[in-house]
Structure formats: structure tokens, C-alpha cells
């Protein structure tokens, strides 16, 4: 009897199985047949967020996968209509780096039924946790506690405290105020006078101090806590044009870790900055091929932060740092 047709049947059915198994996965026209990943990035407003893009890109670069970036310039429309657009090309995963916590749960839905995982990083999201694959992020609560610690140990638990918020709505000016303020309660004599967003910002930075000089009255304020570096650098130029010392007159206590604003604690005009590393990029990739090999990964992932002051940074440190 001739077997050799039911063979020749049984390898062309398997053929066809493998063609059409392919086509469901995602594989985006890359061209090399390397990975595809869209990454929404909310905007360039500062420093620490140019580092964290610049991470993602180098990192995607080191590991030959093509990259498709979008810059939603702060809003948050343009970030789910790049969402849209990746799911559309059928990329093969999703970095998030959302502007604020809130109005994500319809996009994300939409990539989970497309079978896209989505990797949140540096912000978090309000959104159920089974629509996304993991948060790569800092801790803003505890940097906020870091920063009211610093300033209560370095005034003796007394300051008239003006803050300058990050964007409204986001996770770290959310959380950084939560942190600051929990901490704070602990002294009675540690008071916030003022706060206002000043949405990551140098010129409003600036220019939100500047107010609160006059608002508040510029001898009636002894230090300003900023949720950003690039807010505090601006604040710093507005007690120099009031005609105080910044660092002296008013003390400054800022977050993120920017190569200018430890520049600052050197110079003497910022006096502590706690760390926030924007440095996501290797994390990032690992998640990606961690979950699309079927691995599953913890939802959360704390990225390490350190502080820094006059007692521990060198010229020689702030040298070797990467950004
Ligand atoms: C923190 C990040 C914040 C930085 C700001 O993870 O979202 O946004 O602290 C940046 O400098 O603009």
C-alpha cells in the first residue's frame, strides 16, 4: 500500500499549522524579524525624563530591537493615540510612561484583547492591574519621606516650608507630597506655607517661588521643597533675584539626582537631593522578554534611589555618574 500520500497529507496539514501559528504572534513589520516595541514616553520636560528616554532608546539599540517613540509633549490624548497606532502596527510590546494616573483602563484594555504586553515605567496608573504587566518605578512615597527627614534633621525640626508641586494628577507629585507630608506631622514645628504645581519645570519653578516670595513674604520662608530638580533650579534663581542666598537664606531640598542639581550641592545653593533613577531602560527590555517568554513577573518593580548632601557627594562621584 502506498504510505507516501498520507505522509505527504499529514506534512503539508503541519506546514499549514506552523504558517498560521506564526500569524497570530506579533510580529510587526520590523523587516529583521528583531522585536518591535512602541514606547510612549508623556513628554521632555525635564532632565530626568530626557535620561529616561535616552535609556530606553540605548538600551533598545544595545539589544537590536527597533524602537517606535512617541512624545505625547505632555498630553495624554497623543499617548493613547500612540497606543492605538503601536497595537495597530502589531508591535510585539508596550512601554508606558504615563503623565498621570488616571484614564488609561480603555487603551490598555484595548492591548490586552490585542494581546500586547504593556510595561508601565516611572509612573504608576490607576487602572486595574491585570491590564498592564508590571510598574518599573521609584518609591515617591518614600522619597518624600527621605526629603522631610533630611530637612527635619537639618533645621532642628523647625521650617516654614514652601513646596513646588510636579504636574498635577501625577504619581510623583502625588506621592511625593504624601511622603513629604505624612513625615512632616511627626514635628509641629515643621509647617508647609504655601504649594502650587509647578508641572516639573524650570521657569515655573521659577516663577511660582518668585510668587511665593511675595506671597508669603521672603523672611517668613526658611526652606522650599521641590518635587523636581529642574523646579528647585528655577526657585534658586528667583531667591537669587530676591536678593537672598539659596542654600543659606532658604534651604532647598529637591528630588530627582540630575548632574546640575548635585552641580548645586556643591556649589552650596541646594542642600539635599534625593535620588530618583531614571535609568529604566535594562528593566524594562528584561520585563519585555521576560513576559513574552511566558515568565511572570512581580508587578512591581522598586527602582533603588540614593540621597545626596554635602557630607557624602565628591566632585570625583558626581563625575562618574551616568546622567
Ligand atoms: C519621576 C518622574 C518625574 C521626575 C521629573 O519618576 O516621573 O517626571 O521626577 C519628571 O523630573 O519630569
Redesign the pocket.
Known sequence: MNTFRPLCLFLLAAAISCISISCNKHEASSGSGSKVVGFSQ??E?????TA?SQSIKSEAQNRHIDLRFADAQEDQEKQIKAIRAFIAQRVNAIIL?PRVETGWDQVLREAKNAKIPVVLV??GVSAPEDLYVTLI??D?VEEGHRAADWLAKHTNGKARIVELQ??AG???AID?HKGFADELAKYPDMKILASQDGD??VSKGKEVMAAFLKSVGKENITAVYA?????ALGAIQAIQEAGLTPGKDIMVVS??G?HAALQAILDGTINCVVE?N?LLGPQAFDAIDDTLAGKTIPKRTV?KDELFDKSNLTPELLAKRKY
Request: hydrophobic letters at 25%; charged letters at 35%; a negative charge.
Open positions: 508623556e513628554d520636560e525635564s532632565d530626568w525624563r529616561e510612561a516611572d509612573r518605578a521609584s515617591f510636579g504636574t501625577s504619581a510623583p511625593r516639573f519645570q518635587h523636581n530638580d529642574n523646579m528630588i530627582d540630575i530618583c531614571p527602582q
